[in-house]
């Protein structure tokens, strides 16, 4: 809208002492022709828009004039505190409201602070997706975030791991949580709470309806107790292994590092090569034989004895490889 522009175009020229029309537009996505014509309106306003001709030349406000407009609306100061993560503000629809209050906070600073945010922006970046991963946003995710922001009842289809069909579900989403590349909502289910994939929601409708926020529920704590829960639930097997001290060390990044630490806690004293003898949780053997292996001959398997005939046919197979 060309309003939303013009103000944009204010809080532009607010921050900074002169723009070029280029630059103008490149800020706005527009034409240059557009940046002369909202120039003229802004002044027949009575916004003191002045246009230096010239090499050096540009758009200035005259006078040291400060518009009214900096003061931050709900979303944009709620979007501020996120603005570490464009991809997740882009994902989540509030892009525009965080570029917005930049611009407010900006136009707000005093004459030698205006460098402040270029200065953030060119020292520090957050890239959340993990590696290896192709980002995709989930569709649902949009509507689920208008949700939590206003505190409104979802109803949902959603589709368990595993299973074939989808269950519906009434949540009371109280907040998302951006994990590895992967959205999850934290969300009250008669009564209790749990979390969901937000790639595994098919349809999600926001109702008009408003839940009452449970003002004790502490995302951040909440979310680093199921999560560490999530983590040692995968851990349905057992291997008991014998390590090197270089093993060793290597081992928290090879397992999961809370039970290689419980195990090498309640481990005995190293053997008279100084290798020690401990049992570790693990997902499953087959898993545990692809983690396992890069360690190479700085362990070796003593049960289940499966997954040691696994080791021993590997070592066959690389001594026949390299003699």
């Known amino acids: 809208m060309r309003a939303a522009r013009l103000i944009r175009m204010v809080l532009l020229l607010q921050s900074r002492p002169v723009m070029t029309a280029a630059e103008l537009a490149r800020e706005l996505e527009v034409s240059e022709r557009t940046v002369t014509r909202d120039a003229q309106a802004l002044s027949e306003a009575g916004v003191p828009v002045y ?19 900096t003061g931050l609306a709900r979303d944009e100061a709620e979007a501020l505190f996120l ?13 525009d409201a965080a570029s917005a209050a930049r611009l407010k906070v900006s136009a707000a ?32 995710l949009p509507a689920l975030a208008e ?8 109803r949902a289809r959603y589709l368990r791991g ?20 992967v959205w999850y909502v934290c969300a009250r289910v008669a009564g209790d709470f749990r979390v969901y994939r937000v790639d595994r929601f098919s349809d ?26 999530f ?47 401990v049992t570790v949780p693990v997902e ?18 003593l049960e289940p004895a499966s997954l040691r005939e696994r080791f021993a046919a590997a070592a066959v197979r690389l001594r026949e490889l390299y003699g």
């Open 162 to 181: 595993g299973a074939d069909s989808a269950v519906e579900r009434e949540l009371d989403p109280h907040g998302l949580v951006l994990k590895a590349g």
């Open 204 to 229: 999600v409708e926001v109702s008009d309806d408003r839940f009452e926020r449970d003002e004790r529920f502490d995302l951040a704590g909440f979310w680093a107790e199921r999560a560490a829960q």
């Open 51 to 69: 246009a230096d001709r010239g090499r050096s030349g540009g758009y200035r406000l005259v006078g040291g004039y400060r518009t009214g407009l």
């Open 109 to 140: 600073l005093m004459p030698s602070l205006r460098d402040a945010p270029d200065r953030t922006v060119r020292r520090f970046h957050l890239d959340a997706p993990g590696w290896y991963q192709e980002p995709a946003t989930p569709r649902p």
């Open 284 to 301: 499953s053997e087959e898993i545990a034989y692809s983690q396992l292996l890069g360690l190479g001959p700085e362990l070796a398997v």
């Open 147 to 154: 949700a939590v922001w206003g505190d409104r009842t979802v």
């Open 231 to 277: 983590a040692r639930s995968l851990l349905r097997a057992e291997v008991t292994v014998r390590v090197s001290p270089e093993g060793v060390r290597r081992l928290p990044y090879t397992l999961d590092r809370s039970a290689v630490r419980e195990a090498l806690g309640a481990a005995g004293p190293p053997d008279a090569e100084g290798w020690l003898t």
């Open 83 to 95: 603005s570490g993560l464009p991809s997740a503000l882009r994902e989540m629809g509030l892009a």
